[in-house]
């Protein structure tokens, strides 16, 4: 391990453990806390020995490439920082780093983790900006600009488009804010298709909570409620840039959620674009009425799958923490899929009960569905809801991202800012199809 010209300047020796107690995630977590140690220390180069990956393929299921593909992961999640908004702007130091192995499996590795983590970086960019600056309009300008020029094609519906189309659950969330409502669909279509897949992510770029309003503590965080459409742009982004062989459509609702004269209100109806109807109980729970309309939208393209990325429910964190999102599908190929793939990425995921039995928690008199349910499963009767509007022939999958889509302390590389959890498991997931 040496540097060509000079001296080694920093070795790092990471602690031998024995190799079952390993996981998936430990050179990802080790090789992030690189930079953070480095940073102003006047260290400009680290090599990086890569060990080989035979004697961690049980791990990885022999993917010796992505075993790889952690080590560059790891140092560029750890390197993530949102400082914009510091006024003191510290120049950063640069610290190259590079990486050493005779395997040409390394070298792939390295080159896919490199564009990967760019586009985790999109994503989380996205969730950490406040709400003062990332309306639905700047999400939507910010969209295209990054996909001008691309393989993937940008369409953006404005509020009279969506009254146009009857989306009328879509408008009422967003109709009590100065900033109208959107509906961004985004399209990649490569000249070899393997499948159709649709991505609906959930953008509420601010979650006050409406007239059933949050208490302060509970609206801190919420500029990060649009982290599932953040994380359908990141997949969409990837995909794209490593031409991956899969039809994707992104659709994403994009409203705040705010207090004004005309604002939605409890005991409100309001229905979708196929006219099924919503008694709304409690203007909190306004994800799932704006999923409602883009699952619709969604179902029209008629995608093989339909996948759904959202911070749906604070009870979905209550059950699992915040190191896993809660996984609800009636395909099992999806469920193990997810639940193997999330092991692999390190981007967790747990499947909860999505049965039949809990829809009717749901039944209301004077509507054709409440958009609350009592107590008790808050995660599984909002995923029975979303299910409500989805085309019956399409394969669906929701997943609630409301724990690890925010910064947590799973790992050294989730722990300050928010995440942009997601992206790294699910083009995983549709390298697998
Ligand atoms: N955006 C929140 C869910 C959330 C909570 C995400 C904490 C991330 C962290 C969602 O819109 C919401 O307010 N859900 C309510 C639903 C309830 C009113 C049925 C909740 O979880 O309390
Ligand atoms: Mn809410
Ligand atoms: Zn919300």
């Known amino acids: 391990m040496v540097t060509p010209g ?189 499948s159709k897949i649709a991505l609906v992510g959930k953008g509420v770029t601010y979650d006050s909570g409406g007239y059933s309003i949050k208490p302060t503590d509970g609206m801190v965080d919420m500029k990060a409620d649009m982290a599932g459409a953040a994380a359908v742009v990141g997949i969409l982004d990837a995909a794209a840039k490593l031409k991956m062989p899969v039809e994707l459509y992104g659709v994403i609702p994009a409203v705040e959620n705010l207090i004004n004269g005309n604002s939605y209100k409890p005991g409100d109806i309001v229905s979708t674009a196929s006219g099924k109807t919503i008694e709304v109980k409690n203007t909190d729970a306004e994800g799932r009425i704006i999923l409602a309309d883009a699952l619709e939208y969604a179902s029209a393209k008629k995608p ?26 009636k395909d099992e190929e999806i469920e193990n899929k997810f639940k193997s793939i999330g092991e692999k990425t390190f981007e967790l995921v747990w499947p909860l009960p999505f049965r039949d039995e809990y829809s009717k928690l749901l039944e209301s008199d004077i509507a054709d569905i409440s958009n609350l349910g009592p107590r008790w499963g808050g995660a599984i009767t909002a995923a029975k809801f979303l299910e409500f509007f989805v085309d019956k022939s399409v394969e669906y999958a929701h997943i609630d991202i409301a724990g690890p889509a925010m910064k947590n302390k799973l790992s050294n590389y989730t722990e300050k800012w928010n995440t942009g959890y997601g992206v790294r498991l699910t083009v995983e997931y549709l390298k697998s199809l």
């Open 6 to 194: 000079s001296a080694p300047q920093a070795v790092f020796v990471i602690k031998t453990k024995e190799l079952e107690k390993l996981t998936t995630d430990f050179f990802r977590n080790e090789m992030s806390k690189i930079p953070a140690q480095l940073k102003n220390s006047g260290v400009k180069f680290v090599d990086v020995l890569l060990p080989e990956s035979e004697k961690f393929k049980n791990l990885f299921n022999d993917d010796a490439e992505y075993f790889y593909q952690t080590f560059v992961e790891g140092i560029l999640l750890g390197n993530y920082e949102f400082s914009k908004y510091k006024s003191e702007k510290k120049k950063p130091s640069k610290l190259e780093v590079r990486f050493y192995s005779d395997s040409p499996a390394a070298a792939k590795g390295i080159k896919n983790g490199i564009a990967l983590i760019d586009s985790v970086y999109f994503t989380r960019d996205l969730v950490n900006e406040p709400a003062i600056t990332l309306t639905p309009q700047e999400l939507a300008a910010r969209i295209r600009k990054r996909f001008s020029g691309t393989g993937v094609k940008v369409k953006v519906l404005n509020k009279n488009e969506i009254l146009k189309r009857k989306m009328n659950a879509l408008y009422s969330v967003g109709k009590g804010s100065a900033n109208p409502p959107l509906l961004i669909e985004l399209h990649y279509k490569p000249a070899k298709a393997k």
């Open 304 to 329: 093989e799958k339909i996948i759904d990325f959202a911070t749906l429910t604070g009870a979905c964190v209550v059950a699992l923490g915040e190191y896993a999102a809660g996984l609800f599908s």
